[in-house]
């Protein structure tokens, strides 16, 4: 089945830091989202975003599908952005193992 | 209520006991996943239904019953579990339909089995 890989796995940064997470797959898709899992567990839905570039505010996505990859960019972050970041496709419902993002005040 | 919702919240429970998870999605869609996330894991998609016919169950042993009575609907119905099956269990619903599946989530029932 797909392989869905996530980097980096855990990040660290300090309030007001920019970061780039990048989610690659091993085969084509047609559909891609992108979550936050918030500290309680809810999955939070991000971006649906198969290709293309979204923005949302301080969130932005791009997917380059020929290429099998996505990334999320967060700017300006905040501490309540703070949770796990997953992407999933849906080839086989396949989602990767998250980053963990740590914003520090 | 709006959205996907889940009950209970949290469920702990003894390895002879019978228990249900249910799910209820109030956004209309025609598909409803069981998802597990155990700890330091990803997502585990575990049962599909879509217009209430199961299309997909992931190997999932028959402890686990799944259990889906109309599009808004479904239970997860659980048995003689096992303390392996301690984890988050996430329900979401989506509109199949001309190649779309963005997925909404519920917020997921914590289950911890003694």
């Not at chain 2, 390895?15 to 956004?27: A, D």
């Amino acid at each position: 089945g797909i392989q869905v890989e996530q980097s980096p796995p855990d990040l660290i940064l300090q309030e007001g830091a920019n970061s780039t997470l990048r989610c690659n797959f091993s085969d084509s898709v047609n559909n891609l989202q992108w979550f936050h899992q918030n500290p309680w567990g809810q999955l939070i839905n991000l971006f649906y975003i198969p290709s293309g570039t979204k923005q949302n505010g301080r969130l932005s996505a791009t997917t380059v599908a020929t290429e099998r990859y996505s990334l999320l960019y967060i700017s300006s972050s905040q501490t309540t952005d703070s949770g796990v970041y997953f992407c999933a496709v849906y080839v086989d419902m396949r989602f990767g193992a998250g980053t963990r993002l740590t914003v520090k005040p | 209520e709006t959205g996907v919702t889940q009950t209970p919240r949290h469920l702990v429970m003894g390895m002879t006991n019978k228990k249900s998870l249910k799910c209820e999605q109030h956004l209309g869609h025609n598909a409803m996943y069981w998802y597990k996330q155990s700890a330091k894991k990803p997502l585990e998609l575990m049962f599909v239904y879509n217009f209430k016919e199961q299309t997909e169950n992931n190997s999932v042993p028959s402890r686990f019953s799944p259990e889906c009575p109309n599009s808004s609907h479904l239970f997860l119905h659980l048995h003689t579990l096992q303390p392996e099956d301690s984890a988050l269990y996430l329900c979401a619903s989506s509109q199949e339909g001309g190649g779309l599946y963005e997925q909404f989530f519920g917020p997921g029932t914590r289950l911890t089995v003694l």
